[in-house]
């Protein structure tokens, strides 16, 4: 009786958080008139034009066509989130080893710095930096977006990828330079090989929080660098788009970050929680 | 400088002997760590500067259509702000969604781990699947549910036709709007505190259990006075967390309702926006946004150093 | 010239001095063993020639070199680490080809592939090459670690504990196939060990070493019959060299020592020594002990206490006169706890230690025909 009720409950919770999920997928696939019937239709036959629509940059609404151009949202996303990872990954990963390796003065104190970024409000260094990055000209740019993005990356590089830097031994790195290999070549094929699923687990994080970014990107940049997160939303608030097509972009703005988390679902409980909690 | 491998013959190593004087190894270690972190360090110092300018900011009287007149004013706006009856209510509402969305996520959130904890084929098939709601950006969630809780079509809203609220008025209404972001809220984030205390479930030793087992203790008994207690640390890390990023919340109540109705749902941070983008009074935005920063930073102070013990004790005992 | 040279190192962690003012030699192509317990700075040393850390003063020469200003891949330093330390990522073969893969030491495929193999058949490997290290067992992956360090040249080679990991079986195995390897090599080697059966087989030269100083650097002969003071004397030897008390008395114009055992011996004029009077540790080895009368006066009788079979030998545990003995003595005799008997011992087989300094007062026991190198280390 127990184990039953259990499984009730369990199905009936995860309904929850699915349905949702499903729904919009299955709406992306639907007409304006399947989306508009209600009791909504749980069985219909799927239809490819909101995607099409969004893809080829032209809607047909009941006002002659919009031009629209989401794809180029998309790309924006996916410059700016691999840029900033990429970023965050050349200047933390030295960082982390060097917090993991060497014991020096501030240290700890900028380990803890670097984590406070993390959890403090954005707009405290949104706003002045949109002064500075307008009298600079980076206001709108895309290396505007990567360099403030480091805020949110650099600290998952740093702290997750120091943790497993502890985990090598040091010994292994002496026995490199003493078989004839510089530190930063010893480094290089022997530290850095024995991190790389670190390395994976913090990139991975490091994507999905930069992807999933709104308000840096509502702040600091414009039409030309805009992401999915703040594209769709003008995209909702817009008139005359169709309800088929919002549905869609929806979908395409989390479609990757959804496929990255099925593949990689072992690192995700160690880097959620920042290394405290071995996954 | 050439470095090369000595051989064994010895001759070449005279040849070194004589180079010119290179900096010892010794000398080079020490510069090593500081080099390593420059980068970082410089990534990060970058941002102290514009934390400087809130600061400033928020002692001066700096207005963006006036920008020629910027007195220095102390601390009157944080007087201001303290005085100020709507700061208060910035206050509630910053509280209350807090407050509702934590204690939600971590009662379910438990529910979900334990339930999750036994081993069936329905728990191996759901197990992987509990993630995806958290990979959800935040304001694309908070689009997804404003599209399904649309009054004319939305499948929500036939839902709640079950139970008579066919026109129910999520966001519309000032009597709603909380629970509708705070709805998003636990939508996505649930699944962020029953991963972890999973996690922590799963490594828990067995032996106490066990023996509980054999001296006959009860389920509620067993679950007080052990797994509870056990699972304070993954449980205190998981709220430390949630509580940090509902305080400054942003993007969910952005995405619904843009603080609205009227401002029924103005949080610290969706109030500092309004402050600087609407009425372009950034020293009052500042002054705000520092107050939250105090907050925050003095939890995350706490959790961190708790954090630090947890962390040594999870990982080597 | 000495191939390697140790000047006045020291090096502190904390309030800790583990290398204390060490000086040391290290002849050309000699197999010379650093003995000494645990904590000794054994491994310090050898970390010192490696470049693994800096000394806090004092200088390292390699050669004709000053190295201790290099880094380690300038040093042209061959070791191998107690824990192995092998690339985890890389297979044996790999892991092997890797000091000859390094930037400025320019082998074609061809040559690394010989080298690597030759390496892994003198040790025997041959057949795991393919393995990653994870999946081999303790004894190859020491094995992989001892390829690793002779396959390229180098100007010492330092092995720190080879064998403490492995099996006490295939240890005595293992300390063949290292001199058989030593030999091969022909270089100059430096052996860390705490086992002093390996110190005595396997070293030209050996250095005792406790806290970081060095009490005697002699020949296995030397070191075993000829300490240098109480600590050498102990260090070596299954069970312990037996300790007692004694004091030097004077008799007729010579020095007489008086044992707690009882037992009176004359001591050899020509000596120079303490004056009369002074306390002193008497030291018997259990091997010199014997049972029976040898005719010379000194023997004594002790009550069995325990004895112990041990196959090869026995050793049995007696007391005379309130001082406990261990005595080696042949495996098949058998001894009633309680009875007596009757123990004796060669008069050359005394060993004198001052009580103060611990060190050795009798002459060296042995000397040595072929140029004797002085049993004192320079300290």
């Known amino acids: 009786m127990r184990k039953w009720l259990a499984h009730l409950v369990l199905i009936a919770i995860y309904l929850f958080f699915l349905l949702p999920l499903y729904w919009v997928v ?254 | 400088m050439a470095r090369r491998v000595a051989t064994t013959n010895l001759q070449e190593g005279v040849a070194v002997a004589a180079a010119p004087p290179t900096p010892t190894a010794a000398a080079r270690a020490r510069w090593r760590p500081y080099l390593l972190v420059a980068p970082s360090i410089v990534l990060t110092i970058w941002v102290l500067y514009p934390f400087a300018q809130s600061v400033w900011y928020s002692l001066h009287h700096y207005v963006l259509s006036q920008p020629w007149s910027r007195p220095f004013v102390g601390l009157r706006n944080y007087q201001k702000i303290f005085t100020d009856p709507d700061f208060l209510h910035t206050v509630a509402v910053t509280l209350e969604y807090t407050l509702l969305a934590v204690a939600i996520e971590l009662l379910l959130g438990m529910l979900l781990a334990f339930l999750l904890n036994r081993d069936s084929l329905l728990t191996k098939i759901l197990r992987p699947l509990l993630i995806l709601p958290l990979m959800v950006a935040p304001a694309i969630g908070s689009l997804i549910w404003k599209l399904e809780t649309n009054p004319q079509f939305g499948f929500v809203n036939f839902f709640m036709s079950f ?154 005992a | 010239m000495p191939r390697v040279r140790l000047e006045h190192l020291v090096k502190s962690y904390g309030r800790v001095r583990a290398v204390d003012d060490l000086c040391l030699e290290v002849e050309d192509r000699e197999f010379f063993v ?42 042209n330093v061959a070791m191998t680490f107690e824990s192995y330390s092998l690339y985890p990522h890389y297979s044996v073969y790999d892991n092997i080809a890797f000091p000859l893969r390094a930037p400025g030491r320019r082998m074609s495929r061809a040559e690394i592939d010989e080298r690597v193999r030759w390496a892994a058949r003198l040790l025997g490997i041959e057949h795991v090459l393919g393995h990653k290290p994870a999946e081999i067992s303790q004894g190859q992956k020491q094995r992989t670690a001892l390829a690793r360090a002779i396959v390229r040249p180098a100007d010492v080679y330092l092995f720190d504990e080879p064998l403490s990991h492995v099996d006490a079986k295939v240890r005595h195995y293992m300390r063949g196939e290292l001199h058989r390897m030593s030999t091969m090599l022909n270089n100059t080697i430096i052996y860390v060990t705490h086992d002093y059966v390996e110190a005595l ?121 309130g001082q406990v003995l261990n005595v080696l003595v042949p495996p098949n005799a058998s001894f009633e706890p309680g009875s007596r008997v009757l123990l004796d011992y060669p008069e050359d087989a005394l060993y004198l230690f001052d009580r103060e300094s611990q060190l050795n007062i009798l002459h060296p026991r042995i000397t040595t025909p072929q140029g004797a190198r002085d049993g004192g280390a320079k300290a």
């Open chain 3, 201 to 321: 087989s396997l070293g030209d030269r050996v250095g005792v070493l406790d806290h970081g100083r060095l009490h005697q650097v002699g020949t296995p002969r030397e070191v075993y019959y000829a300490p240098r003071d109480l600590f050498v004397a102990l260090s070596f030897g299954q069970p312990e060299m037996n300790i007692l008390e004694g004091t030097l008395t004077a008799a007729g114009g010579r020095l007489r020592v008086e044992t707690a055992l009882g037992t009176t011996h004359q001591l050899a004029t020509g000596e120079p020594l303490p004056t009369a009077g002074t306390e002193v540790w008497v030291g018997l080895r259990p091997q010199d002990l014997q049972l029976g009368d040898l005719g010379a006066g000194t023997a004594f009788e002790a009550e069995v206490l325990v004895f112990e079979p041990l196959g090869t030998h026995g050793v049995l545990r007696a007391r005379a006169n």
């Open chain 1, 26 to 279: 299955a709406m992306s696939f639907m007409t304006n008139q399947q989306i508009l019937t209600y009791p909504p239709q749980f069985a219909f036959s799927p239809t490819l034009a909101n995607y099409k629509a969004l893809v080829l940059g032209q809607l047909g609404g009941g006002v002659g066509t919009l031009q629209v151009d989401y794809l180029h949202n998309f790309v924006n996303s996916l410059i700016v989130s691999c840029g900033a990872v990429g970023l965050s990954l050349v200047a933390g990963i030295p960082a982390a080893y060097a917090l993991a390796r060497f014991r020096f003065r501030g240290a700890d104190n900028w380990a803890f710095t670097l984590l406070s970024f993390r959890f403090a409000p954005a707009l405290l260094i949104l706003i002045p930096l949109l002064q500075i990055y307008q009298s600079v000209g980076l206001y709108n740019t895309y290396w505007g977006l990567i360099l403030a993005y480091q805020l949110i990356t650099l600290p998952f590089i740093v702290w997750i990828v120091r943790g497993y830097f502890e985990d090598v031994s040091p010994e292994l790195e002496f026995a490199a330079r003493l078989d004839g290999y510089g530190w930063w070549r010893s480094f290089w094929h022997v530290s850095l090989p024995l991190v790389k699923p670190g390395v994976a687990a913090a990139a991975l994080l490091a994507f999905i929080y930069a992807w999933n970014n709104f308000i840096f990107a509502l702040v600091l940049g414009s039409s030309d660098v805009q992401p999915v997160t703040v594209a769709t939303l003008s995209f909702m608030t817009a008139s005359g788009i169709q309800y088929g097509v919002i549905a869609a972009a929806l979908v395409i703005s989390v479609v990757p970050i959804l496929l990255l988390a099925v593949y990689a679902q072992r690192f995700l409980v160690r880097g959620l929680s920042m290394g405290a909690i071995k996954g």
């Open chain 3, 34 to 75: 650093l003995y000494g317990p645990s904590g000794a700075g054994k491994t310090t040393t050898l970390k010192l020639i490696a470049g693994a850390e800096h000394p806090d003063s004092g200088e390292v020469h390699i050669g004709d070199r000053r190295v201790d200003l290099l880094e380690p891949d300038a040093r």
């Open chain 2, 163 to 316: 139970i008579g609220q066919r026109y129910f008025p999520w966001g519309s209404s000032p009597r709603t709007a909380l629970l509708t972001v705070v709805l998003v809220d636990v939508w996505i984030f649930t699944p962020f505190i029953a991963l972890l205390l999973l996690a922590g479930l799963r490594s828990l030793p067995q032996q106490p259990f066990e023996a509980a087992r054999l001296d006959g203790a009860g389920a509620w008994f067993t679950f007080r006075t052990l797994t509870l207690p056990m699972l304070m640390p993954y449980i205190l890390i998981a709220v430390m967390f949630r509580i940090l990023d509902s305080l400054q919340q942003f993007d969910i109540i952005y995405a619904m309702t843009q603080g609205g109705p009227g401002d029924t749902l103005m949080t610290f941070q969706l109030r500092a926006y309004l402050e600087a983008f609407t009425f372009l009074r950034l020293s009052e935005s500042a002054a705000l946004i520092l107050v939250l920063w105090v907050i925050t930073y003095a939890i995350s102070y706490v959790m961190v150093r708790y954090w630090n013990r947890a962390r040594a004790h999870l990982r080597g």
